[in-house]
Structure formats: C-alpha cells, structure tokens
C-alpha cells in the first residue's frame, strides 16, 4: 500500500497558465516521497495562496479496453479510495489518431496512457505534455526506476513519462523437458545457439518455430527478430540514430542484423515447415510446436506476452521455460528490446500530480501484477507478488537490465512501423534479399516525417 510521510500534509503544486501561482493541497493520499517533495512554501511568498481543489476529477485516456480496463480500474481504486479524486478513465482503440485531435481542439485528457513512446515524444517536442520533474525529481524517479527507462521517457533531457506495464521482447522459449531429454544446454553466445540448432537439425529435428501471420499486421514477429539483433550487434546509440532515422533505415549494420535473421529463417531444416508455414502460420499458434509430442521445435523467439496461447495443461516452469536472447557482441550483452506503456500528464491540476504521483510508486503495479498478465520495469515492486517464477524472472530482468532499447517499428513512422517494414519481413522470408528490403524501406520513408529525438 501506498503511504505519504506522515510529516507532510501537503504538497506545493505550481499551475503553468497566467504566471506562477502556489497551490497549497491538504492530502489525505499519502505517497512515499522523500520529505523535500513536501517542503512548503516561504512565508513570505508573495504567490504563495490557498487554493481549493478543482474538479475532484482527473480524466484519462489510454488504449486499454475490455478485460484489461478492468484490472486498471482495480489498480487505481486505492487512489481514488484515499484521495477521492474520481479517476475518469476512457479506452479507445483510437488512441493514436484521437488524442492529436483532442490535443488540437483543446480537449486534451488530464493524463494520456501511451502505448508507446513515439506519439508522447512528439507532443512533449510540441510542449503538449508537463514534465514529470513537475511532480517527482529525478532522485525520486531513479528511486522507482532503472535510468535505462528514465531515458527512455526523457525528450530534450526533459522526462515526461511514468512507465506502467511492461514486455520484453528479448526472449527465446524452450521446453525444459525435452531439452533435457535431449541433452541440450542453455546458450549463451549467438554461436552456441547456431550450433545448438545444427545439432537438433542433424538429429532429425527443427530447431526453430516461426509465425509471422498477424492479419493486417503480418510481419511484426520477424520486425522484432531484426530490432532484437540490431541492438545486440550495433548497440543502443546506433540503434536509436536508426529509430530517428539519423541514419538510413537500410545502412550496413541493418542489413547485417536482417543476415543474422537469415542464418535462422533461411538454414535448411532451422524452422518447421519452411518459410511457407512461417508465412502462414498465425504468430499465436507458431508456439504450440513446443509442446507437440515430438516437438516440432525446440525454441521459439518472442515477447513475454506469447504465454497466453500456451495450451492450458502447460505449466510454467517445468514444460516451458525461457533464456534471453544470447550474446553476439559481448559490448551489448544483456541488452533488451522491451515495450510498454507510459503514462504522461497533459493538464497541470493539482489531481493530475496526484495521480501521476501514485502511478510511481508499487502499488499499482502490484496489484494487477498479483493476478498475472502483467510485467512492471518498477523496481520496488515486490518480486514476490507475480503468481509465476517466469513472471518473476521476466520482471527481474526488466529491473536490472542495463541497456533497454524500445520496439523500434513502435517509434517509427506508421508508414515505415507498422506499413513498409511489417510487409518488408514478409518479403524477406519469402526470398527477397536484406538490400532488396531495407532500400524498398529507405526510399518510402516519408519525407515529412521525423521521429522525436530521445534522450
């Protein structure tokens, strides 16, 4: 549970519009800050007034919906029970498109809930978005989280975001019963897992599952793939000048990592049922090949979110289990392409602070974290309360992980993200070269578009 320094009964909050004004707010929520986030005011502030709450209100919008807004609503009854501010949370599968419209009409939530950080780059570039120092310093950010996520939330060394649930990409699943029965090892180096792949092949197997069907986003798992590699092979400053499109989408270390992917795609026997079945298998079901007795695979590359389409009798632990991506370059070892989604305030009231501020601490992240589902980067929430070891040992690494990099076709342009690099993967497993692909990428990257700089 969440707690404020009994010593503090209020907190300074300082309004944007019409000059600097001093709001003084008796606060029945108690959040745990460091007690100089509560120092009051010089009495002999000329600005320095008491002010009534505003609404009792703070609005939300976000791209949950469904079962997930429910565990949400969950996590944030604490707040409302303490505060009674009334969080008014609105989810739409619109988020992208609606909230640019609202924010030109001047209909902006109080807080936006991103499902990734490109879209909150650029309204914070457009001075859309209060800087999250507004509400908690950096010492108390760096309190809750690593500073590998504090980057990634920060825009001209401004940070604007609090991060909430998170996923990690980074990922290579297995069946810890058959590679026992195997006699198969754990790799660590890009090298023991090639030579761990010819050994299932020369025995008759296929080393890998692959599904790169998606509907409309067909594509996305080999996306992943190439992020993955490019980060563990040129590193996280190129990786992000590759994001912003410093550099050209299709520059030599791109189209190393896409023949790093190859070695796996394209090696004889390497994936069950050759490229037509990773064209053609939905990304969801391409996991079950684990599990087949014999397995159709014995490991299989994806985010810690594949484990809903596990079949029901699976337990976590015994019949599946995962190692991260191995090292390729031992400078980038133990990097993670992660995702998540980011909470930031739009409108400055004394309720949005409050929110914001309890959005940092644990206890929103444990308790939809104890009914599973869900990965938190904070690194006070309590390990103990995910309901699995997996769960505990993803959220472990997302803590401790010293090199996180973002999904990058999350960041980049939807043309490029989510248009000509998702089509380009399906292109390039069916036979098109890394040249052939990165170039076509290169030459449709739209001209009126650029991606916020980072940190």
């Known amino acids: 549970m969440f707690s404020l320094l009994q010593q503090c009964s209020s907190i300074q909050i300082t309004t944007r519009p019409a000059g600097r004004m001093v709001r003084y707010l008796t606060l029945g929520l108690a959040i745990a800050l460091p007690l100089a986030s509560c120092s009051q005011p010089s009495e002999t502030d000329p600005s320095a007034t008491s002010q009534p709450a505003g609404s009792n209100t703070v609005s939300v919008l976000g791209v949950i919906v469904g079962d997930q807004q429910a565990k949400l609503e969950e996590a944030l009854k604490p707040f409302e029970e303490e505060t009674g501010i009334d969080v008014i ?7 992208t498109t609606l909230l640019p419209v609202r924010v030109d009409s001047g209909d902006s939530p109080d807080i936006a809930m991103f499902p990734q950080p490109g879209l909150m780059r650029s309204l914070a570039a457009e001075g859309a978005l209060v800087p999250v120092t507004e509400v908690l310093t950096r010492s108390e950010l760096e309190a809750y989280y690593p500073d590998s996520w ?3 939330s920060t825009v001209d060394d401004q940070i604007y975001g609090i991060w909430y649930r998170s996923a990690v990409k980074s990922l290579i699943w297995y069946n810890p019963e058959q590679f026992a029965e195997k006699g198969y090892s754990i790799p660590d180096t890009w090298e023991e897992m090639t030579a761990l792949s010819d050994k299932i092949v020369a025995e008759g197997g296929s080393a890998w599952c692959l599904g790169m069907e998606s509907g409309n986003a067909s594509g996305w798992p080999g996306t992943d793939w190439v992020e993955d590699i490019l980060l563990h092979t040129a590193g996280p400053e190129f990786y992000d000048q590759w994001v912003q499109h410093e550099v050209p989408f299709n520059a030599p270390e791109v189209q190393e990592a896409f023949g790093y992917f190859a070695e796996i795609v394209r090696s004889p026997g390497y994936v069950w049922g050759g ?19 014999p397995p159709k695979c014995y ?5 810690n979110f594949i484990s809903t389409f596990f079949p029901k009798d699976v337990v976590l632990g015994e019949n599946v289990d995962f190692f991260p991506t191995p090292v390729i370059n031992p400078e980038y070892g133990k990097a993670l392409l992660v995702a998540g989604d ?8 004394p309720e949005a602070r409050q ?11 444990e308790i939809w974290a104890k009914q599973g589902g869900f990965l ?19 959220a472990e690494l997302l803590t401790t992980a010293k090199i996180v990099q973002f999904d990058a076709s999350d960041a980049m342009p939807g043309a490029v993200g989510t248009g000509t690099f998702w089509s380009g993967m399906m292109n390039f497993v069916a036979g098109s070269s890394a040249e052939e692909v990165t170039d076509q990428i290169e030459f449709y990257w739209p001209e009126d578009s650029s991606v916020v700089e980072g940190p």
């Open 89 to 95: 949370y609105e989810g739409t599968d619109a988020f």
């Open 150 to 152: 504090i980057d990634l």
């Open 275 to 293: 490229k037509t079945a990773a064209l053609s298998i939905p990304w969801g079901d391409s996991v079950a090949g684990l599990f087949d007795d």
């Open 299 to 303: 490991m299989h590359h994806q985010g």
């Open 342 to 349: 980011i909470f930031s305030m739009l409108n400055d009231t």
């Open 355 to 365: 929110l914001m501020a309890y959005l940092a601490t644990p206890t929103p992240h």
């Open 376 to 394: 938190s980067a904070n690194k006070q929430v309590d390990l103990s309360v995910y309901p699995d070891e997996i769960s505990r040992k993803q």
